[in-house]
């Protein structure tokens, strides 16, 4: 079992930055992979950003560039920097560890890009 807590959402101007945060606890070590998932009104959950366990990582085409993942290993804490932001990122988002074969999530952050 795992539990990810996440924090760091709010509302933000175009162009502006946020960092989301999701703090693992549990049985932490069987972690494969963590990443952030968004999901917009009316749209269906996307993958925004992963990291796995060793130092590869995946974005989306749409947020190349713009967003960054990391993991603070010590803290068993993963982190989306996210830059640049458009409108068109505004969703909640969702914090995902994988333990194979089961996905866990986040209770999920809004974030809305609005001026």
């Known amino acids: 079992q795992v539990q990810l807590v996440e924090s760091g959402g709010g509302l933000v101007q175009p162009g502006g930055s946020l960092r989301l945060s999701c703090a693992a606890s549990?049985?932490?070590?069987?972690?494969?992979?963590m990443g952030w998932y968004r999901q917009a009104p009316g749209k269906q959950r996307e993958l925004v950003a992963v990291a796995t366990s060793g130092t590869g990582t995946n974005y989306a085409d749409s947020v190349k560039g713009r967003f960054t993942i990391s993991r603070d290993n010590a803290k068993n804490t993963v982190y989306l920097q996210m830059n640049s932001l458009k409108p068109e990122d505004t969703a909640v988002y969702y914090c995902?560890?994988?333990?194979?074969?089961?996905?866990?999530w986040g209770q999920g952050t809004q974030v809305t890009v609005s001026s």
């Open positions: 995902n560890a994988f333990l194979p074969p089961t996905d866990y």
């Open positions: 549990g049985s932490i070590f069987s972690i494969y992979a």
